[in-house]
């Protein structure tokens, strides 16, 4: 099968679909959405009206949501790293440190770059600082569990951590993760070591000046 991925580089939930590919040495046909009128772009909006991206395209096939992508090539292109354990409790806890990352970390991270990228008068400051409000309280939880974790659902790479390591790599440029959390810090920089993720950060740097808010000088 030839699986094609419409993604960009320095799209966070792109590098999380990116991770898993990468893990298993998946092959795939790159389509890199260079800008609206890309013709990448064109057919991504043709087969997912929400033109979110990133976008797995298999024969008719087409696959929406990053965690949805990983499971998809899990089950139909599976490799020797299993990203979603056979066991069903295993799984479970899985989804659920998926869904933190996505719902706790992601989400108010991009709620903050957002915001910058609107019209002076259409900001939302209040929604922001909620959105900082839910980073620290996630930081601090997440520290909790990292105690005694090397990932995030335990000893294995999993799903969880292909989405960690592009969330918590840009929720820490957009709201440092700081020195009070010196687990996640810990866990953010093994990410960054991973094989996989450092790739897809390396092909993502010629992008750093496409960051809002100004990449720092750091990964
Ligand atoms: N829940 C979706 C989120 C998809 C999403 O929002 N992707 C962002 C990039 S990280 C995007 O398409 N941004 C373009 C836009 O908002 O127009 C997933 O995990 O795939």
Redesign the pocket.
Known sequence: MTLKLYY?PF????Q?ALVALYENAVPFESHILAGPDSPAFRELAERWSM????VLVDGERTV????CIIEYVGLYAPGPVCLIPGDPRAALEVRTMDRFF?NYVSTPQ?KIVADSLRPEDARDPYGVLEARNMLDTAYTWLDKVMSHREWAAGEHFSLADCGAAPFLFYADWTHPIGNAHPNVTAYRRRLLERPSFARAVDEARPYRKLFPLGAPDRD
């Open positions: 960009h799209s966070s939930c792109c999380k033109k979110r991206f990133p929406i949501e990053a965690s996505d991009q």
